[in-house]
């Protein structure tokens, strides 16, 4: 754990703000400029793994060369004299998991389609730059402003993201075995179950369609706490599109059926996704 004042960069941490899997996150600020930022470090018992140190640092590289306003921006990067490697992102002090619990879990359909359209656009960018997220989810959103009607989201944590094109200049090749199962179970579709390593483009916009419904129905389409059983209602289990019958017209529940196809060549390209949620209401 980084104390306070500890050096970063050109950052000085302020506060720990949290510990996931294999990193810890702190609030931090330009030690001349000012400004706050967020600090994630790879936790040391992971740089011991070169596959993990290889995807944080790619993440670092991809969030600083891709540049959209629903993308979190890359800062910095670099290693602390200890060790571990580093990133600097813009802050967000909210993740869209916290924002759904303070609004009752769930949104108008006007602003799920705003919050969808503003993550379709990121994932357009991120696919034709041969890059594949594989963890689309609320936690991995954040918000940068929320009041009705006017939401604004960026997509984050490219930690789990897959490079379909040849390795780019600077990145570090990573070979994923075809057996490890990468991402998160409520969100993944049924050829994520089988293999991540094979995952192509049309596996976000099944998390998408996921998480449009999720913002819709205040829940999850598929539920349960064993691996097992929710890999099953991946697999074979039709969305239950009934539960937002009455929260969103035709098109959208025809469109997240489509994205939740079980075969990836089913599901709609994330140019028609776009199509949809761009149409003005009426």
Same mark, same amino acid.
């Given at each position: 754990?980084?104390?306070?004042?500890?050096?970063?960069? +050109?950052?000085?941490?302020?506060?720990?703000?949290?510990?996931?899997?294999?990193?810890?996150?702190?609030?931090?600020?330009?030690?001349?400029?000012?400004?706050?930022?967020?600090?994630? =470090?790879?936790?040391?018992?992971?740089?011991?793994?070169? +596959?993990?140190?290889?995807?944080? $640092?790619?993440?670092?590289?991809?969030?600083?060369?891709?540049? /959209?306003? /629903?993308?979190?921006?890359?800062?910095?990067?670099?290693?602390?004299?200890?060790?571990?490697?580093?990133?600097?992102?813009?802050?967000?002090?909210?993740?869209?998991?916290?924002?759904?619990?303070?609004?009752?879990?769930? $949104?108008?359909?006007?602003?799920?389609?705003?919050?969808?359209?503003?993550?379709?656009? =990121?994932?357009?960018?991120? /696919?034709?730059?041969?890059?594949? /997220?594989?963890? $689309?989810?609320?936690?991995?959103?954040? =918000?940068?402003?929320?009041?009705?009607?006017?939401?604004?989201?960026?997509?984050?944590?490219?930690?789990?993201?897959?490079?379909?094109?040849?390795?780019?200049?600077?990145?570090?090749?990573?070979?994923?075995?075809?057996?490890?199962?990468?991402?998160?179970?409520? @969100?993944?579709?049924?050829?994520?179950?089988?293999?991540?390593?094979?995952?192509?483009?049309?596996?976000?916009? @099944?998390?998408?369609?996921?998480?449009?419904?999720?913002?819709?129905?205040?829940?999850?389409?598929?539920?349960?706490?064993?691996?097992?059983?929710?890999?099953?209602?991946?697999?074979?289990?039709?969305?239950? $599109?009934?539960?937002?019958?009455?929260?969103?017209?035709?098109?959208?529940?025809?469109?997240?059926?489509?994205?939740?196809?079980?075969?990836?060549?089913?599901?709609?390209?994330?140019?028609?996704?776009?199509?949809?949620?761009?149409?003005?209401?009426?």
């Amino acid at each position: 754990m980084l104390p306070p004042r500890t050096r970063v960069g +050109e950052y000085r941490v302020v506060r720990f703000v949290a510990e996931g899997k294999t990193s810890t996150v702190y609030e931090g600020r330009h030690s001349t400029r000012g400004g706050t930022v967020a600090i994630k =470090v790879l936790n040391p018992e992971w740089c011991i793994h070169p +596959e993990v140190v290889a995807r944080f $640092l790619n993440e670092a590289q991809t969030l600083q060369e891709l540049h /959209h306003p /629903h993308l979190v921006k890359g800062l910095d990067r670099g290693v602390l004299r200890e060790g571990p490697p580093f990133m600097v992102l813009e802050w967000q002090p909210e993740d869209l998991d916290r924002a759904l619990t303070r609004v009752g879990g769930r $949104l108008p359909a006007r602003e799920c389609a705003q919050v969808v359209r503003q993550l379709a656009e =990121v994932l357009a960018l991120l /696919h034709v730059r041969g890059v594949v /997220h594989r963890d $689309l989810k609320p936690a991995n959103v954040l =918000v940068a402003h929320r009041e009705p009607g006017a939401w604004r989201v960026q997509l984050a944590d490219l930690g789990l993201a897959k490079r379909l094109a040849s390795v780019g200049q600077g990145e570090l090749a990573i070979s994923t075995a075809g057996s490890a199962l990468l991402g998160t179970w409520d @969100y993944m579709p049924p050829e994520q179950w089988v293999s991540a390593k094979n995952v192509g483009a049309r596996a976000d916009i @099944y998390a998408l369609g996921i998480l449009w419904f999720q913002l819709l129905a205040g829940r999850l389409p598929f539920v349960g706490e064993e691996q097992s059983g929710l890999m099953f209602q991946h697999v074979g289990k039709k969305p239950p $599109l009934e539960l937002i019958a009455e929260r969103a017209p035709e098109s959208t529940r025809t469109m997240i059926a489509r994205m939740l196809g079980k075969k990836p060549e089913q599901r709609p390209s994330v140019e028609e996704v776009l199509a949809l949620v761009s149409a003005p209401p009426g």
